[in-house]
């Protein structure tokens, strides 16, 4: 139901995208493999934080080779340093999505208005970058100007950190 919200708002925001199926991969080294091998863009993971006393969530954007270091994204949130993953039940709650299929795409959902979107500066120098489309079994590739239209059309607070 949602992924067909996901492409309607594409459609009327004329975002193009490129639609890849595929399998669900079982690590993220065998999903790298595949997105270099197919030419979809910046690979990027995507977390879902709350913050220490779970009031306040998070979605943090960044490239697959980077790390997050809590605390430090805790210290410029100015959260407790002691901020951590959020629970599959409130990824399902918040995102409408279940473990493995964590994508920015998620902010369609009713019940994302409660998440702040943390995308690293690094992102915005690429050209294209990919999400599932809701589910793992699929990707789209987009361009980093439509991916920032898309996010400009949604009520969440965006900021930019470098991870």
């Known amino acids: 139901m949602f992924e067909k919200t996901l492409y309607d708002t594409l459609q009327k925001l004329q975002i193009e995208f490129e639609k890849v199926e595929h399998e669900a991969f079982p690590t ?3 999903s790298g493999e595949f997105y270099a091998k197919n030419d979809l863009g910046k690979d990027c993971k995507n977390i879902f934080l709350r913050n220490r006393r779970g009031r306040k969530y998070y979605l943090a954007v960044l490239p697959a080779e980077k ?5 430090v994204l805790a ?17 399902e709650r918040f995102l409408g999505l279940k473990p493995g299929s964590v994508t920015p795409f998620g902010i369609i959902h ?3 208005k409660e998440v702040t979107i943390i995308i690293d500066t690094t992102i915005w120098e690429h050209e294209y970058v990919h999400f599932h489309p809701l589910r793992n079994t699929a990707t789209l590739k987009i361009s980093t100007s439509d991916f920032r239209k898309f996010l400009d059309h949604h009520p969440q ?3 930019t950190f470098e991870f």
Not at 67 to 71: E, G, H, Q, R, S
């Open 67 to 71: 790390k997050i270091d809590i605390p």
């Open 28 to 30: 993220c080294e065998a």
């Open 157 to 159: 607070e965006v900021l």
């Open 110 to 112: 009713p019940e994302s």
């Open 75 to 91: 210290e410029f949130l100015g959260e407790n340093k002691k901020m951590g993953f959020a629970s599959d039940e409130r990824l």
